[in-house]
């Protein structure tokens, strides 16, 4: 099993920071991907960015030239920082794991919102 805990979520205003944090724990070996997605209210949860072991990298059109993934595959850690925030960005922001597209473990989500 795999433990995934996010960190950093908040409320901004429209253009401000934010940074979320994901700590994973447990069956390290059992994925090579981690990434974060969202889900706004009635909509389905999406990719925001992921990023492979070896540092591939895939971002959703949306947040291209605003958000930027990490990963420190020692430490277990990925995060999300994201920069130019737009309501349009509101959402419970969630930390996954797993193989290239395919998410196997969830973390519990963090909300950002984000006011105009």
């Known amino acids: 099993q795999v433990q995934l805990v996010e960190s950093g979520g908040g409320s901004v205003q429209t253009g401000g920071s934010l940074r979320l944090s994901c700590l994973a724990s447990?069956?390290?070996?059992?994925?090579?991907?981690m990434g974060w997605y969202r889900q706004a209210p009635g909509k389905e949860r999406e990719l925001v960015a992921r990023m492979s072991r070896a540092g591939t990298i895939t971002y959703a059109d949306s947040v291209k030239g605003r958000f930027t993934i990490s990963r420190d595959n020692a430490k277990h850690t990925a995060a999300l920082q994201m920069n130019s925030l737009k309501p349009e960005d509101t959402a419970v922001y969630y930390c996954?794991?797993?193989?290239?597209?395919?998410?196997?473990?969830w973390g519990q989500g963090t909300q950002v919102t984000v006011s105009s």
């Open positions: 447990g069956r390290i070996v059992s994925f090579n991907a």
């Open positions: 996954g794991a797993g193989f290239e597209e395919t998410v196997a473990y």
